[in-house]
């Protein structure tokens, strides 16, 4: 078996489920929330973490493809914003 084949075999029975489990988690608390608090905590969430996750470069190459003239710093101000938006849109999703 080679390496690539053992590591879809670890995703489809062990990470993607655990994955699965986590979001039905996230996506149960927060439906019982009130939606601003719901809303608040899960852009906190998604502000706090998604920068650092391996796709923002991704954004940051587009970002600063599109707007050469944007310092590192706004770049990095609009990929928070970003995050934060898609936290605000997966907390309403419940409600």
């Given at each position: 078996m080679t390496?690539?084949?053992k590591n879809k075999l670890i995703n489809?029975?062990?990470i993607y489920?655990?994955?699965g489990i986590?979001?039905?988690l996230a996506l149960g608390i927060l439906k019982i929330l009130p939606l601003d608090c719901a809303r608040e905590c899960a852009g906190f969430i998604f502000q706090a973490i998604g920068p650092h996750v391996k796709k923002?470069?991704?954004?940051?190459d587009?970002?600063?493809l599109a707007f050469p003239e944007k310092s590192?710093?706004?770049i990095a101000t609009i990929i928070k914003q970003m995050w934060q938006n898609l936290g605000f849109i997966f907390a309403e999703y419940v409600h």
């Amino acid at each position: 078996m080679t390496k690539l084949s053992k590591n879809k075999l670890i995703n489809r029975f062990f990470i993607y489920p655990l994955e699965g489990i986590f979001v039905f988690l996230a996506l149960g608390i927060l439906k019982i929330l009130p939606l601003d608090c719901a809303r608040e905590c899960a852009g906190f969430i998604f502000q706090a973490i998604g920068p650092h996750v391996k796709k923002t470069n991704i954004a940051r190459d587009n970002l600063q493809l599109a707007f050469p003239e944007k310092s590192p710093l706004e770049i990095a101000t609009i990929i928070k914003q970003m995050w934060q938006n898609l936290g605000f849109i997966f907390a309403e999703y419940v409600h």
